[in-house]
RNA sequence: UCAGUUAUGCAGACAAUCGCAUCGCAAGAUGAGGAAAGUCCGAGCAUCCAGAGAACAUGGUGCAGGCUAACGGCCUGUGGGGGCGACCCUAAGGAAAGUGCAACAGAAAUAAACCGCCAAAACUUUGGUAAGGAUGGAAAGGUGGUGUAAGAGACCACCGGAAAACUAGAGAUAGUUUUUGCUCUGUAAACCCCACCUGAUGCAAGGCUGAAGGGCAAAUGUGCGUUCUCUCACGCCCUUUUAGACCGCUUGAUUUUGCAGGCAACUGCAAAACUAGAUAGAUGAUUGUCAAAUACAGAACUCGGCUUACAGCAUAACUGACUUG
RNA sequence: AGAGAUGUAGCUCAGCCGGUUAGAGCACCACCCUGAUAAGGUGGGGGUCGGUGGUUCGAGUCCACUCAUCUCUA
């Protein structure tokens, strides 16, 4: 067992996402908020030199292909333009109308979400 | 040319850059669907310690023959219905085994007399009658005649029904002939009868792994809905909690091509191929070319069907109408 | 992913085994009562029974398909 996990940890996937279900709801519960129109972002300080990252989508929001589609919109803004600290965690909510927006719409907000958040932490 | 019917196919491709999942030492290779959906059926697989038979219960299926691992599926036919036609639709056993139900209307609803018609007495009664009226989804086979006081399958012709025989067919059925004047409505997606099938729970099944606690034990007990019969087995079982790692997890009633059999569904043989295996759950972004790339939509143990959703097209065969030759 | 339940008036529910007019309470509107309001009384409006198709003479009820909402199973 501890040989196949030392073999895991070689790969070194770069893997920021948060998994497991306790992590989402300590972060809904105890994190703070950020929001706009389509989004609001939970975010909580972390010990560790790196930073993890869940999405949420309802399924209000439409079926399967809506939502897978979605999140790999969202993934796909957050490695390339490379928003998050280290040192945080942190739960992208999607609200209704987000599935509706278009990617480069999709990109505007995420960026701006970043923003305030960059703003509020600098002050204290 | 217009209108239509049936069947089949595609479900973006190629190139570049960045990024994701699995496998691999690496280079690299591979990477969602025709419905992956609904979960409506049928199986595999697993557990309920095992297996066989009979009866009952529960639930299902329902024209015939075939195909299939199996089916409530499919194919070829039969009966019925629709369309000028190509063709399409069809839960289609039994109402003469029994029970229930049929509101309102109507004189009467499974049984006869309200109006009418006719006769007699007589000025309102008695008897005959099921042609006509009116009600209804349904009113005593239908049309025409003979007949009669008026009428009536009372009798006759044709149509329809029922029964029997013969012929054709594997059968559902069809055809022909004969007999019978033929009372006996509808509903079984009401109970039911008949024939056939049918144990339950679903991979969150279940196995394996760490910790704690409890219970029972050799029989007169327990063992897949109930009862009975026969064979057989029996020492470990249960609960809580932590973890969610590993196995189950992808080579299979598999796919493609060719040949052969069959009207067809489908089957047999040969060769080649290995084609997602995730666990917050892998396919995105940008650019170029094609007339355009846009619909419905994302595998979660695996297959065979059914049902529902669906942009833009392409191809083939056939039908009807019109025009020209 | 799997298993199940429920859709009836604005809201909460009845409606049994098909039968003709789909009811009840709260809410709403009008009138009565009061100097006025509440309470009370009288009357009234509002439903294609989630949708589509079928069986039947007739469907909220039976059957098939479908849509929405909710619950349970690590």
Redesign the pocket.
Known sequence: ?EE??SLLNT?V???H?????????YIFRKGKRKSTENFTLYYIESKFNNYKI???IS??Q????????L???L??IV??EKLPLNFYNY?LYAREGASKL???NLSMQIKKLFEKFYKEENKI
């Open positions: 067992m196949k996990n790969k996937r770069s893997d996402r948060l998994k497991k279900d306790k992590q989402f709801s869940g999405f949420s399924k209000k439409g079926k399967a292909t809506v939502r897978n589609k999140k790999r919109r993934k796909e490695r390339k739960v278009d990617f480069k």
